[in-house]
């Protein structure tokens, strides 16, 4: 049973923005960082952005680089995923995960959201 929760996804057209977010009521998501990836029909899980406990620090893919945006509100005990400029190979079902420290090492999270769909196209 998933523990997180992913919504925000659907259908955008290229060049457009979605946001994400990643929420749960199990536990606070004060304690972990949270990972965002994605994984598109017949490719590997890749890893596209993280934001440590603090907020303080946050990596991104390079090819998400300058388009994605990754934040949090522990008041909302949510974390957000801003993508603008989407483009149509980026269409991937996006997951939100935690852990304690940032890696791209998707095995390492300890929790994870059942994916909310990104569909990319005109």
């Known amino acids: 049973q998933s523990q997180l929760v992913e919504s925000g996804g659907g259908l955008v057209q290229p060049g457009g923005s979605l946001r994400l977010s990643c929420a749960t009521s199990?536990?606070?998501?004060?304690?972990?960082?949270i990972g965002w990836f994605r994984q598109a029909p017949g490719k590997e899980r890749e890893g596209v952005s993280c934001?440590?406990?603090?907020?303080?620090?946050?990596n991104y893919a390079d090819s998400v680089k300058g388009r994605f945006t990754i934040s949090r509100d522990k008041a909302k005990n949510t974390v957000y995923l801003q993508m603008n400029s989407l483009k149509p190979e980026e269409t991937a079902v996006y997951y939100c995960?935690?852990?304690?420290?940032?890696?791209?090492?998707?095995?390492?999270?300890?929790?994870w959201g059942q994916g909310t769909q990104v569909t990319v196209s005109s």
């Open positions: 199990r536990f606070t998501l004060d304690y972990y960082a």
């Open positions: 934001i440590s406990i603090s907020g303080g620090s946050t």
């Open positions: 995960a935690a852990h304690a420290v940032c890696t791209v090492v998707a095995g390492l999270y300890d929790y």
